[in-house]
């Protein structure tokens, strides 16, 4: 069988493909050049098949490279304890991460893919995963403090995030508690965070991050809250490399998670209220038990979200509450 990021190399080297040349290149069969073909429209690429010309993508793609990827690497985040894979297609960048014998302390590891086929964001949603058109990494870290104290780590991670986007040059970069990020009112990005392993004095932390880079070319992709991708904000001359952003946000976790553990983070709630999307408006939260509203007061140095209302001040961690502007 043509393998996917193969037939797609071909397709972005030389433009329009006839079947004939394809089926030169990969010593195969018209057939088998159309079902292939078939298959890389099915996972929702734009490939136009136009007569006596042949097959062409729509958008060029920019596909991971191993070694753009390291070239982007800050200098302390090339040791040969660290580890970058790189996958075609998995079901989630989490959950094998999750599976990985973890790094030794102090080192990382990161899991990154074209496509997701289940991809999850908080709370078990869906997170939509078209190939090659986003960022979908997972970090792996040894944790040496217990997950009892790393509640602060998903807002923490998240304006790490906001930050690394900002230093690239996007525009309106906001936050949102805990771990999501806006650009232009609408969600760019978000974090999963989950721990494995023995959870009493350290354990396995991975950190699913997830950026809209391309998406809004995939035009049969709905999804049921507004968002944005930076094709749309920034427009396709100065968009960014796929593989220089998922370059920066390695180090910019590995940077984020070291201040952590050395209780190092400085003055991030400041620099959060700076940010917050939804500092002093009107917003509503919700659980699968409750609801509370009220106006948004900003982050705590424990994580928590403050919100008050006509009963008082109300402190929120993170789990299953779910934050929305009042309409």
């Known amino acids: 069988m ?17 079947d004939e040349m394809l089926a030169i290149q990969f010593s195969t069969t018209h057939p088998e050049i159309h079902k292939a073909i078939k298959r890389l429209q099915s996972l929702g690429l734009m490939i136009e098949n136009v007569a006596g010309k042949g097959y062409c993508l729509q958008h060029e793609l920019e596909l991971f490279d191993s070694d753009l990827l390291h070239s982007h690497l800050q200098k302390d985040c090339r040791s040969s304890e660290d580890q970058l894979l790189l996958f075609d297609q998995l079901s989630s960048t989490n959950q094998l991460a999750g599976e990985l014998v973890a790094p030794s302390h102090g080192y990382w590891s990161a899991v990154l893919s074209e496509l997701q086929t ?17 960022i979908y990494l997972s970090v ?6 217990p997950p009892s104290q790393a509640a602060v780590l998903s807002p923490f991670l998240a304006l790490r995030v906001g930050q690394c986007l900002q230093r690239l040059g996007v525009p309106k970069v906001q936050v949102k508690w ?17 721990c494995f392993g023995e959870l009493s004095d350290s354990c396995t932390l991975v950190v699913g991050v997830g950026v809209n ?54 003055l991030w709630q400041e620099q959060w209220q700076a940010m917050d999307a939804f500092h002093g408006q009107s917003v509503s939260l919700q659980d699968p038990h409750q609801g509370l509203s009220g106006i948004a007061q900003g982050i705590c140095a424990d994580g928590a979200y403050k919100v008050s209302n006509k009963e008082g001040e109300h402190r929120l961690l993170t789990g299953d509450m779910s934050l929305r502007r009042m309409t």
């Open 178 to 194: 805990p771990n999501d990020i806006y650009c232009d009112g609408k969600k760019i990005a978000g974090l999963l965070l989950e």
């Open 118 to 134: 289940a991809g999850r964001g908080r709370r078990g949603r869906t997170w939509i995963s078209p190939y090659a058109a986003n």
């Open 213 to 266: 880079v391309s998406m809004s070319t995939y035009k049969t992709i709905t999804i049921d809250q507004e968002w944005i991708d930076l094709l749309t904000v920034m427009g396709a001359a100065d968009c960014l490399s796929r593989n220089q952003l998922a370059a920066e946000l390695i180090n910019s976790l590995f940077v984020a998670l070291r201040e952590f553990e050395s209780d190092q983070m400085g």
């Open 2 to 18: 043509i393998e996917n990021r193969a037939l797609l190399v071909a397709l972005n080297e030389h433009g329009f493909c006839s």
């Open 140 to 145: 792996v870290w040894a944790l040496s403090r």
